[in-house]
C-alpha cells in the first residue's frame, strides 16, 4: 500500500514543502519561486500545492505530515538564553516574544489552521509531527545519498539548540551523537563577518565567499585569538564578548569592530577595499580549518570512509572542495538543498525510516534525481503563456534546437534557457539557467553587471559534461550539484603578471587567467557542475554539441534571475527576466525567442526591481 508523507519548513527562512511516496522523493519546491519573494519564511502554501498535485495528493489522504523542527525547544533556547544574558537581551526579547506567544508556540493548532486551506476538511492532529532541526538536516543528507554507511556533519546558524553535529547513518538507521549548542556556532560566526562586510545575513554568505579569493587571511590569529577557541578535534567555543546576536539586533558589537580597527561597512555609501577583501579571506579560512580539523578528527574515531553533508555550512563549496581534495574520507555527498529548504525532505525521509522503521531500497545510487524536483511546463502550456503575453517565438525541433543554441553560444550570446523540471535548492543546474561562452574574456563581466546587475566580483559556474572534468579541471569525482570548488588545471591556466596581482577587483577580472577565463576564479578555482546524460539529457546533448563546435566541454552557468529576485519558475517569470535584462536568447522547451524580434513595449526595467540581495 502506497504512503505518502508530507515534509514541510518553514517560518525562518526558505520555506519549502516535499513529498515523498514509500520513501521514494516525489516532488519538492521552495515557497521563494512562486511568490517571487526572494527567501520567503511564509507558510509555503504554492509549494505545498505542487506537490500534492505532482503526486496526485490530497492533503487528507496523506500519512503524515511533518514539520522540520520543534517549537517548544525553540521557545525553551529563546527563554534560557534570555536568562543568562538578562537583562542585555531584553529588546530582542519582547521583539521576539509577542509572535511566539501568539502562534509559533501553539505550532500544532496554527498548522492545522494553515493546513485546511489545502482541503477544509483536514482534521487529523493525529497526522501532524515534528521532527527535530539539525536530525531533518541531517536525514536530508543522509538517505538520499548513495551510501549504506557514513559519518553526517550538519552545520548552520541555529536549529532549536543545536548548531552543529555528527550523527553516524547506517542503512535505514541513523543516530547524532553529538552537537555543539547555540551561542557556539560557526554559521553565526560566517554570518557575523558577511554582516560586518556590509552583505545581507543569510543570503549574502556566498558572496564572502567569492570576495575571499581576492584578499589575504592576515586576521585569521586576530579571529582564532579572540573570537573563537578551537580544539583539536574542531570542536570550538564563540567568545559572546564580540557578538551581539544573542541579545541584540545585529551580529556584532563595538568590541568586534574595535578589534579589526573599523566599523560594518555601509553597502548603501561604502565601496569594498582591500580590508574587506583581507577579512573575507581570513574568516574563509578559519572557517575551513575548524571543518578539515573535525572531518580528521570524525575519520580517526568512527573509521567510516564515506561524509554526507547539510546545513547552510554546506553550501560553502571552497570548504567541500578542500575536504575533498584532503581525502580524509573516500567519498563525499552533499545534499543540494542544504539549507532550511531541504529540511522539508529531511522531516519527511526522517519519518519514514526512523519512526516507520521502513528498509532502504537502492542504496548505491544519488537518490535525488539530479535535484530536479519542482515544477515542469508542456509545449502546450509554453506556447499558451507565450501567446498570453504577446511574444514573438518559434518552435524547433530538439535536435536543431540544441544545434541553433549551441551556435547562438559559441557565438557569445548569452541565453535564457528553461528545460524540465525547476531546481530544488539554490543552484541552478541547466534547468532555470542562464548559459554562455567560457571562453569569452567579456562573458563574466557583461552577465554580471548588463544581465545579474549584481556585483562584478563575483564568479560564475562552469557546468561541464562528466566524462572530461579531470581534463580541465584538478578533479575527477561527479559533482551534479555545484557544491564543490577545484582549480582549473595547469595546462589550461595563464599565470598573472606581477602588475596584473597588483590591479583591484573589476581589473583583475578582466585578465585573462586561463583557456575558460568567464569560469576562473581570480585563484584559478571554479565551482564545478558535472553534467550527466542520466539526469539531464538536453542540457548534456547541448553541451556535447557546443564541445563539437568549439572543443570545450564547458559552458557558463548561472542562475535564471537577477540579483535579488528568486530563480525563474514559469515561462511568465522567464520571459520577464529575458525581456527586463540584456540576454539576447531565450529558449523555453521548444520554443526560441530572439530579443531583437520582440515588442519593445514589453520590456521591463529589472535593474532596480527586486531588493539587493
Same mark, same amino acid.
Given at each position: 500500500?502506497?504512503?505518502?508523507?508530507?515534509?514541510?519548513?518553514?517560518?525562518?527562512?526558505?520555506?519549502?514543502?516535499?513529498?515523498?511516496?514509500?520513501?521514494?522523493?516525489?516532488?519538492?519546491?521552495?515557497?521563494?519561486?512562486?511568490?517571487?519573494?526572494?527567501?520567503?519564511?511564509?507558510?509555503?502554501?504554492?509549494?505545498?500545492?505542487?506537490?500534492?498535485?505532482?503526486?496526485?495528493?490530497?492533503?487528507?489522504?496523506?500519512?503524515?505530515?511533518?514539520?522540520?523542527?520543534?517549537?517548544?525547544?525553540?521557545?525553551?533556547?529563546?527563554?534560557?538564553?534570555?536568562?543568562?544574558?538578562?537583562?542585555?537581551?531584553?529588546?530582542?526579547?519582547?521583539?521576539?516574544?509577542?509572535?511566539?506567544?501568539?502562534?509559533?508556540?501553539?505550532?500544532?493548532?496554527?498548522?492545522?489552521?494553515?493546513?485546511?486551506?489545502?482541503?477544509?476538511?483536514?482534521? @487529523? =492532529?493525529? %497526522?501532524?509531527?515534528?521532527?527535530?532541526? !539539525?536530525?531533518?538536516? +541531517? $536525514? &536530508?543528507?543522509?538517505?538520499?545519498?548513495?551510501?549504506?554507511?557514513?559519518?553526517?556533519?550538519?552545520?548552520?546558524?541555529?536549529?532549536?539548540?543545536?548548531?552543529?553535529?555528527?550523527?553516524?547513518?547506517?542503512?535505514?538507521?541513523?543516530?547524532?551523537?553529538?552537537?555543539?549548542?547555540?551561542?557556539?556556532?560557526?554559521?553565526?560566526?560566517?554570518?557575523?563577518?558577511?554582516?560586518?562586510?556590509?552583505?545581507?545575513?543569510?543570503?549574502?554568505?556566498?558572496?564572502?565567499?567569492?570576495?575571499?579569493?581576492?584578499?589575504?587571511?592576515?586576521?585569521?590569529?586576530?579571529?582564532?585569538?579572540?573570537?573563537?577557541?578551537?580544539?583539536?578535534?574542531?570542536?570550538?567555543?564563540?567568545?559572546?564578548?564580540?557578538?551581539?546576536?544573542?541579545?541584540?539586533?545585529?551580529?556584532?558589537?563595538?568590541?568586534?569592530?574595535?578589534?579589526?580597527?573599523?566599523?560594518?561597512? @555601509? =553597502?548603501? %555609501?561604502?565601496?569594498?577595499?582591500?580590508? !574587506?577583501?583581507?577579512? +573575507? $579571506? &581570513?574568516?574563509?579560512?578559519?572557517?575551513?580549518?575548524?571543518?578539515?580539523?573535525?572531518?580528521?578528527?570524525?575519520?580517526?574515531?568512527?573509521?567510516?570512509?564515506?561524509?554526507?553533508?547539510?546545513?547552510?555550512?554546506?553550501?560553502?563549496?571552497?570548504?567541500?572542495?578542500?575536504?575533498?581534495?584532503?581525502?580524509?574520507?573516500?567519498?563525499?555527498?552533499?545534499?543540494?538543498?542544504?539549507?532550511?529548504?531541504?529540511?522539508?525532505?529531511?522531516?519527511?525521509?526522517?519519518?519514514?525510516?526512523?519512526?516507520?522503521?521502513?528498509?532502504?531500497?537502492?542504496?548505491?545510487?544519488?537518490?535525488?534525481?539530479?535535484?530536479?524536483?519542482?515544477?515542469?511546463?508542456?509545449?502546450?502550456?509554453?506556447?499558451?503563456?507565450?501567446?498570453?503575453?504577446?511574444?514573438?517565438?518559434?518552435?524547433?525541433?530538439?535536435?536543431?534546437?540544441?544545434?541553433?543554441?549551441?551556435? @547562438?553560444?559559441? %557565438?557569445?550570446?548569452?541565453?535564457?534557457?528553461?528545460?524540465?523540471?525547476?531546481?530544488?535548492?539554490?543552484?541552478?543546474?541547466?534547468?532555470?539557467?542562464?548559459?554562455?561562452?567560457?571562453?569569452?574574456?567579456?562573458?563574466?563581466?557583461?552577465?554580471?553587471?548588463?544581465?545579474?546587475?549584481?556585483?562584478?566580483?563575483?564568479?560564475?559556474?562552469?557546468?561541464?559534461?562528466?566524462?572530461?572534468?579531470?581534463?580541465?579541471?584538478?578533479?575527477?569525482?561527479?559533482?551534479?550539484?555545484?557544491?564543490?570548488?577545484?582549480?582549473?588545471?595547469?595546462?589550461?591556466?595563464?599565470?598573472?603578471?606581477?602588475?596584473?596581482?597588483?590591479?583591484?577587483?573589476?581589473?583583475?577580472?578582466?585578465?585573462?587567467?586561463?583557456?575558460?577565463?568567464?569560469?576562473?576564479?581570480?585563484?584559478?578555482?571554479?565551482?564545478?557542475?558535472?553534467?550527466?546524460?542520466?539526469?539531464?539529457?538536453?542540457?548534456?546533448?547541448?553541451?556535447?554539441?557546443?564541445?563539437?563546435?568549439?572543443?570545450?566541454?564547458?559552458?557558463?552557468?548561472?542562475?535564471?534571475?537577477?540579483?535579488?529576485?528568486?530563480?525563474?519558475?514559469?515561462?511568465?517569470?522567464?520571459?520577464?527576466?529575458?525581456?527586463?535584462?540584456?540576454?539576447?536568447?531565450?529558449?523555453?522547451?521548444?520554443?526560441?525567442?530572439?530579443?531583437?524580434?520582440?515588442?519593445?513595449?514589453?520590456?521591463?526595467?529589472?535593474?532596480?526591481?527586486?531588493?539587493?540581495?
Amino acid at each position: 500500500m502506497t504512503k505518502k508523507i508530507l515534509g514541510i519548513s518553514a517560518f525562518y527562512h526558505d520555506s519549502a514543502a516535499a513529498i515523498i511516496s514509500n520513501g521514494k522523493i516525489i516532488a519538492a519546491a521552495q515557497e521563494e519561486r512562486f511568490t517571487r519573494k526572494k527567501h520567503d519564511s511564509g507558510y509555503p502554501f504554492n509549494a505545498i500545492e505542487f506537490v500534492l498535485k505532482y503526486s496526485n495528493s490530497n492533503i487528507s489522504e496523506l500519512d503524515a505530515i511533518v514539520f522540520y523542527e520543534k517549537p517548544f525547544l525553540k521557545f525553551e533556547r529563546l527563554l534560557e538564553t534570555y536568562v543568562a544574558f538578562a537583562p542585555k537581551g531584553f529588546i530582542q526579547f519582547s521583539k521576539a516574544m509577542p509572535s511566539w506567544l501568539r502562534e509559533k508556540l501553539f505550532q500544532k493548532k496554527l498548522l492545522i489552521n494553515l493546513i485546511k486551506q489545502h482541503d477544509k476538511k483536514f482534521n @487529523d =492532529s493525529k %497526522k501532524i509531527f515534528f521532527s527535530e532541526h !539539525h536530525l531533518s538536516h +541531517a $536525514a &536530508s543528507a543522509f538517505y538520499p545519498s548513495p551510501f549504506d554507511k557514513a559519518i553526517i556533519l550538519t552545520a548552520d546558524g541555529v536549529g532549536e539548540w543545536a548548531t552543529t553535529t555528527v550523527a553516524v547513518g547506517d542503512k535505514n538507521n541513523l543516530e547524532i551523537k553529538k552537537e555543539i549548542h547555540f551561542p557556539h556556532s560557526l554559521g553565526l560566526l560566517y554570518s557575523a563577518f558577511t554582516y560586518y562586510i556590509g552583505f545581507k545575513v543569510n543570503s549574502g554568505e556566498y558572496k564572502l565567499m567569492g570576495l575571499a579569493p581576492y584578499g589575504n587571511p592576515k586576521y585569521v590569529d586576530k579571529i582564532e585569538k579572540n573570537l573563537v577557541d578551537i580544539k583539536e578535534d574542531g570542536s570550538f567555543r564563540l567568545d559572546q564578548n564580540f557578538f551581539n546576536y544573542s541579545t541584540g539586533l545585529t551580529m556584532t558589537n563595538k568590541k568586534f569592530h574595535n578589534l579589526f580597527g573599523q566599523e560594518p561597512r @555601509d =553597502s548603501r %555609501k561604502d565601496q569594498i577595499t582591500q580590508f !574587506h577583501m583581507d577579512i +573575507a $579571506a &581570513s574568516i574563509q579560512k578559519v572557517t575551513e580549518d575548524i571543518i578539515l580539523k573535525m572531518c580528521v578528527s570524525l575519520r580517526k574515531e568512527y573509521n567510516i570512509s564515506n561524509l554526507c553533508l547539510a546545513g547552510g555550512v554546506a553550501l560553502n563549496c571552497v570548504a567541500n572542495g578542500k575536504i575533498l581534495k584532503s581525502k580524509i574520507f573516500e567519498n563525499i555527498w552533499i545534499q543540494p538543498a542544504a539549507g532550511d529548504a531541504g529540511g522539508s525532505l529531511g522531516a519527511a525521509l526522517a519519518y519514514w525510516y526512523l519512526e516507520l522503521n521502513n528498509e532502504r531500497n537502492d542504496i548505491n545510487k544519488d537518490e535525488m534525481h539530479g535535484s530536479y524536483l519542482g515544477p515542469s511546463y508542456s509545449n502546450e502550456n509554453i506556447e499558451k503563456s507565450l501567446k498570453h503575453i504577446g511574444a514573438k517565438y518559434e518552435f524547433i525541433e530538439d535536435e536543431m534546437l540544441i544545434d541553433k543554441v549551441a551556435d @547562438d553560444l559559441s %557565438k557569445g550570446n548569452a541565453i535564457g534557457w528553461f528545460q524540465g523540471r525547476m531546481e530544488f535548492g539554490p543552484r541552478a543546474l541547466g534547468g532555470r539557467s542562464i548559459l554562455g561562452d567560457p571562453r569569452s574574456e567579456t562573458m563574466q563581466k557583461n552577465l554580471n553587471l548588463k544581465v545579474k546587475y549584481r556585483e562584478s566580483f563575483r564568479p560564475f559556474a562552469p557546468s561541464v559534461l562528466r566524462e572530461d572534468v579531470n581534463q580541465w579541471f584538478d578533479i575527477d569525482n561527479d559533482s551534479p550539484y555545484m557544491l564543490i570548488v577545484s582549480d582549473v588545471l595547469k595546462d589550461k591556466q595563464k599565470q598573472m603578471t606581477e602588475d596584473e596581482k597588483k590591479l583591484f577587483g573589476i581589473d583583475k577580472l578582466n585578465i585573462k587567467r586561463s583557456e575558460i577565463p568567464a569560469v576562473t576564479h581570480v585563484d584559478y578555482s571554479a565551482r564545478i557542475q558535472t553534467v550527466h546524460k542520466e539526469t539531464n539529457k538536453m542540457y548534456y546533448n547541448l553541451i556535447k554539441k557546443f564541445k563539437e563546435i568549439t572543443n570545450c566541454p564547458v559552458i557558463v552557468n548561472t542562475s535564471f534571475n537577477v540579483r535579488g529576485e528568486p530563480i525563474v519558475n514559469s515561462p511568465e517569470d522567464a520571459f520577464n527576466c529575458f525581456m527586463g535584462t540584456e540576454l539576447d536568447n531565450l529558449v523555453i522547451g521548444n520554443y526560441y525567442l530572439q530579443k531583437n524580434k520582440q515588442d519593445q513595449s514589453l520590456k521591463k526595467d529589472y535593474s532596480s526591481s527586486f531588493e539587493l540581495d
